[in-house]
């Protein structure tokens, strides 16, 4: 991984073989006599600071600016819950087994602030196009097909989605069971409450956004002048185009070493 990049994320690879795809049957027959069961009791200590949000204090009617944010508790009690858990092992397990990607946006429409160019992740054209937005054709599709999930419960499904469930992206209402529970994690040390540091106006803070013409987000395609008007001047503008993303994200302190 760069260790120069000012992001605190680098990206896990996309593999060149598509991902494993079994049948629910196909993933039980690894293990015939079910004895690859039973539960683990164990401690989670952080390393950075953790704030899982509960409840959010307005400082403003509208409710756009915040002023306290209190760490997430039930009947008083302070935890990290099971499915917060959950999604983090499970995006670990797909980076670390080629599985699809599973959490993913299908769409980036054009923000004045921050891209000027809409793409698509995934085949949703019909879908951005109710939306207005109009695609540029030297742009292709930014996640390999492959490692969209597929959609329907029926058919063969990932490693990820055999241990951690499946909902189908198209057919609402219909999901598949995982075979891992995960229960809270309950704080064993008090969690702190955090006071915001909103401010009036827009927010000065956020993750960072993927951009077609960022060759940190996608793998260089092609390189395009066009003409463009700024100020009532006319002026070469260079584009840098990408394709596919470039993997994974994955975050430095995720790193099990």
């Given amino acids: 991984m760069s260790k120069h990049h000012l992001n605190p994320f680098d990206f896990v690879p996309f593999a060149n073989e598509a991902p494993d795809l079994k049948t629910v049957e196909q993933w039980r027959s690894i293990d015939p006599q079910g004895v690859v069961t039973g539960y683990l009791e164990l401690q989670i200590e952080a390393l950075t600071p953790v704030h899982v949000v509960g409840r959010q204090d307005n400082a403003t009617p509208d409710g756009q600016k915040l002023s306290q944010s209190h760490f997430c508790r039930r009947g008083g009690q302070a935890l990290i819950p099971g499915s917060s858990i959950r999604g983090l092992l499970r995006a670990f397990i797909e980076a670390a087994c080629n599985c699809w990607a599973s959490q993913m946006t299908p769409y980036y429409m054009v923000d004045k602030n921050r891209r000027n160019l809409a793409f698509l992740v995934v085949d949703a054209a019909e879908e951005f196009k109710n939306k207005g937005g109009e695609i540029d054709k030297a742009l292709r599709l930014s996640l390999p097909k492959q490692f969209v999930p597929q959609p329907g419960i029926s058919g063969p499904v990932d490693l990820a989605s055999y241990l951690f469930g499946y909902v189908s992206p198209e057919k609402k209402g219909q999901a598949r069971l995982g075979v891992v529970k995960?229960?809270?994690?309950?704080?064993?040390?008090?969690?702190?409450?955090?006071?915001?540091?909103?401010?009036?106006?827009?927010?000065?803070?956020g993750s960072p956004n993927p951009s077609?013409?960022?060759?940190?987000?996608?793998?260089?395609?092609?390189?395009?002048k066009r003409r463009t008007q700024i100020k009532g001047r006319a002026i070469t503008v260079v584009d840098f185009l990408g394709e596919h993303f470039r993997g994974r994200k994955f975050y430095y302190h995720q790193d099990p070493v």
């Fill in 182 to 205: 995960i229960n809270d994690a309950v704080a064993i040390e008090p969690f702190a409450d955090y006071e915001m540091p909103d401010v009036a106006g827009k927010a000065f803070m």
């Fill in 212 to 224: 077609a013409k960022t060759w940190w987000y996608h793998l260089p395609y092609a390189i395009r």
